[in-house]
């Protein structure tokens, strides 16, 4: 069978679930198509699960109340074991990233990480994954055979299609899972609310650079234009590195890796290590004052001239 894993928050499927069952969906293979649910009241993850596969595992634990990447390499790794699946499926999130590996070596697997493309021929598993600060398109390849009879695999996110949903549920069946001891204890939690589409999830970004000029520019701005066409807000590394924006929504080789249907590079001069985290959107809009800037040699539209001129000019149009 291909094992899925599901990612999820705030009691809803994540995007990369709908994206990771459409890949196995076209890679197809023996067995069922099967859905894992890891966390602790997840009934409505479950439900919503239960209309992508063929059938949907829970183990829903107070142990997993939050994530923890040996618990939940542990209990993938169980779970592939006994229900024999050939392939695993995880997100290419941060946390996916992180315990990916663990499953892999508990299972003494191949790892294929951030496939963008994958296909099934004979006992051979082809992927296609970005390298070289995703300027260069790589073909791997897992052999599955009798001493390594799984390959795990970690999706990019916004590789592929999002699946659609049935209208008859799968079943869905309770799982026992033996557990280690948890090592680290989360004893108190810092986070930040913060009632935008996540980045992940978004199909417009609105990204700034250092160009903007200051953090209270950044607001009235990036934030600004976002609020109008109800898009995410991005930054790069030297935004963050400077304090202006949190580190949750830093774009590039060191923060994420997104692909929206859009995306407003705004005061963005264009180094490679942003690139790399953005050069697969499908239409780029770049606005720089300096038209030699790199970014205008990947953006589909540009505006040459002031961030600090144009973008109101933009929002009050748009507001009108």
Same mark, same amino acid.
């Given at each position: 069978?291909?094992?899925?894993?599901?990612?999820?928050?705030?009691?809803?499927?994540?995007?990369?679930?709908?994206?990771?069952?459409?890949?196995?969906?076209?890679?197809? @293979?023996?067995?069922?198509?099967?859905?894992?649910?890891?966390?602790? %009241?997840? +009934?409505?993850?479950?439900?919503?699960?239960?209309?992508?596969?063929?059938?949907?595992?829970?183990?829903?634990?107070?142990?997993?109340?939050?994530?923890?990447?040996?618990? #939940?390499?542990?209990?993938?790794?169980?779970?592939?074991?006994?229900?024999?699946?050939?392939?695993?499926?995880?997100?290419?999130?941060?946390?996916?990233?992180?315990?990916?590996?663990?499953?892999?070596?508990?299972?003494?697997?191949?790892?294929?990480?951030?496939?963008?493309?994958?296909?099934?021929?004979?006992? &051979?598993?082809?992927?296609?994954?970005? &390298?070289?600060?995703?300027? !260069?398109?790589?073909?791997?390849?897992?052999?599955?055979?009798?001493?390594?009879?799984? *390959?795990?695999?970690?999706?990019?996110?916004?590789?592929?299609?999002?699946?659609?949903?049935?209208?008859?549920?799968?079943?869905?069946?309770?799982?026992?899972?033996?557990?280690?001891?948890?090592?680290?204890?989360?004893?108190?939690?810092? &986070?930040?609310?913060?009632?935008?589409?996540?980045?992940?999830?978004?199909?417009?970004? !609105?990204?700034?650079?250092?160009? !903007?000029?200051?953090?209270?520019?950044?607001?009235?701005?990036?934030?600004?234009?976002?609020?109008?066409?109800? +898009?995410? *807000?991005?930054?790069?590394?030297? *935004?963050?590195?400077?304090? #202006?924006?949190?580190?949750?929504?830093?774009?590039?080789? &060191?923060?994420?890796?997104?692909?929206?249907?859009?995306?407003?590079?705004? @005061?963005?001069?264009? +180094?490679?290590?942003?690139?790399? =985290?953005?050069?697969?959107?499908?239409?780029?809009?770049?606005? %720089?004052?300096?038209?030699?800037?790199?970014?205008?040699?990947?953006?589909?539209? =540009?505006?040459? @001239?002031?961030?600090?001129?144009?973008?109101?000019?933009?929002?009050?149009?748009?507001?009108?």
């Amino acid at each position: 069978m291909i094992l899925i894993v599901v990612e999820h928050s705030n009691g809803k499927l994540g995007k990369s679930t709908y994206e990771m069952t459409q890949a196995a969906r076209d890679l197809g @293979g023996e067995g069922p198509l099967t859905l894992l649910v890891l966390g602790s %009241n997840v +009934a409505p993850v479950a439900a919503q699960a239960a209309l992508l596969a063929d059938q949907v595992l829970v183990a829903d634990l107070p142990a997993l109340d939050h994530y923890d990447p040996e618990l #939940w390499a542990h209990a993938v790794a169980q779970i592939a074991t006994e229900g024999e699946a050939h392939t695993i499926l995880i997100g290419g999130s941060r946390s996916g990233r992180e315990y990916s590996p663990r499953v892999a070596v508990k299972l003494d697997a191949p790892l294929i990480e951030d496939a963008i493309s994958l296909r099934r021929k004979d006992d &051979t598993l082809e992927a296609e994954h970005y &390298t070289f600060l995703a300027r !260069v398109t790589e073909r791997v390849q897992a052999r599955v055979q009798a001493q390594a009879p799984r *390959v795990v695999v970690t999706v990019k996110p916004g590789a592929f299609s999002t699946a659609k949903p049935g209208t008859e549920p799968a079943e869905q069946y309770d799982v026992e899972l033996t557990l280690p001891q948890r090592r680290v204890t989360v004893t108190a939690k810092n &986070t930040v609310k913060n009632t935008r589409i996540s980045l992940e999830d978004a199909d417009l970004i !609105v990204a700034g650079g250092r160009g !903007v000029g200051s953090a209270e520019s950044f607001t009235q701005l990036i934030e600004g234009l976002a609020d109008q066409i109800g +898009a995410a *807000v991005g930054a790069t590394r030297a *935004v963050v590195d400077t304090g #202006w924006r949190p580190y949750a929504e830093q774009v590039g080789q &060191t923060g994420k890796t997104v692909q929206p249907r859009v995306y407003f590079a705004v @005061g963005i001069s264009g +180094a490679v290590q942003h690139l790399s =985290g953005m050069n697969k959107s499908k239409f780029i809009v770049a606005i %720089n004052k300096d038209p030699e800037a790199p970014i205008f040699k990947i953006s589909d539209y =540009g505006i040459v @001239g002031d961030v600090k001129a144009i973008v109101p000019a933009i929002i009050d149009k748009l507001r009108r």
